[in-house]
T-cell receptor
Framework: DAMVIQNPRYQVTQFGKPVTLSCSQT?????MYWYQQKSSQAPKLLFH???????NEADTPDNFQSRRPNTSFCFLDIRSPGLGDAAMYLC??????????????FGDGTRLSIL | QKEVEQNSGPLSVPEGAIASLNCTYS??????FFWYRQYSGKSPELIMF????GDKEDGRFTAQLNKASQYVSLLIRDSQPSDSATYLC????????????FGKGTLLTVNP
């Protein structure tokens, strides 16, 4: 089955220690997104890649970076995690192009804890 | 005014009843509307999407869109305890045909 896969499912890191979350997809979608979701809140878009073009949301902290080495893979790097960065991180993909929005498909998420 | 608004709930219905979940949006130019289901601790799962005014049915689920009133709803017929989850409404972000803006979600509880 075509899908979006995130690794790891759970990540524990220390305050200030860099961490990388990964996402891969077999849907061949050209748009990949990273969201942060905290308890009882809406998913908050951090950034997205439209093909190879990186698009940062205006309020995404500089502490968050992303890489997309090829169509299938995308990484979220948190350079110096703070306690406030503990959250569920969601990767999603969609087909971008002409016409109305196509649905976004989510991976299972990575639950990040900060010690 | 928030771009996408949902009643946070909880909305509690008995098993077998119809659950009605509502969502309003602020951008009159919005074209694409999505409903996602999210179980506690899990990621959002697409339930339905709708682009045109009126109703769209898929099994026990019906999405209803009224662009004049800037209102989209999700009806769940014959509600089951397994339907207990948070339902997220999402609308295409202003000026974009691929980014979405999500509401905070409505928590639905179906009581056996």
């Amino acid at each position: 089955d075509a899908m979006v896969i995130q690794n790891p499912r759970y990540q524990v890191t220390q305050f200030g220690k860099p961490v990388t979350l990964s996402c891969s997809q077999t849907l061949n979608h050209n748009v990949m997104y990273w969201y942060q979701q905290k308890s009882s809140q809406a998913p908050k878009l951090l950034f997205h890649y439209y093909d190879k073009d990186f698009n940062n949301e205006a309020d995404t902290p500089d502490n968050f970076q992303s890489r997309r080495p090829n169509t299938s893979f995308c990484f979220l790097d948190i350079r110096s995690p703070g306690l406030g960065d503990a959250a569920m991180y969601l990767c999603a993909t969609s087909r971008g192009g002409q016409g109305p929005n196509q649905p976004q498909h989510f991976g299972d998420g990575t639950r990040l804890s900060i010690l | 005014q928030k771009e996408v608004e949902q009643n946070s709930g909880p909305l509690s219905v008995p098993e077998g009843a119809i659950a009605s979940l509502n969502c309003t949006y602020s951008d009159r130019g919005s074209q694409s509307f999505f409903w996602y289901r999210q179980y506690s601790g899990k990621s959002p799962e697409l339930i339905m999407f709708i682009y045109s005014n009126g109703d769209k049915e898929d099994g026990r689920f019906t999405a209803q869109l009224n662009k004049a009133s800037q209102y989209v709803s999700l009806l769940i017929r014959d509600s089951q305890p397994s339907d207990s989850a948070t339902y997220l409404c999402a609308v295409n972000a202003r000026g974009s045909n691929y980014k979405l803006t999500f509401g905070k979600g409505t928590l639905l509880t179906v009581n056996p």
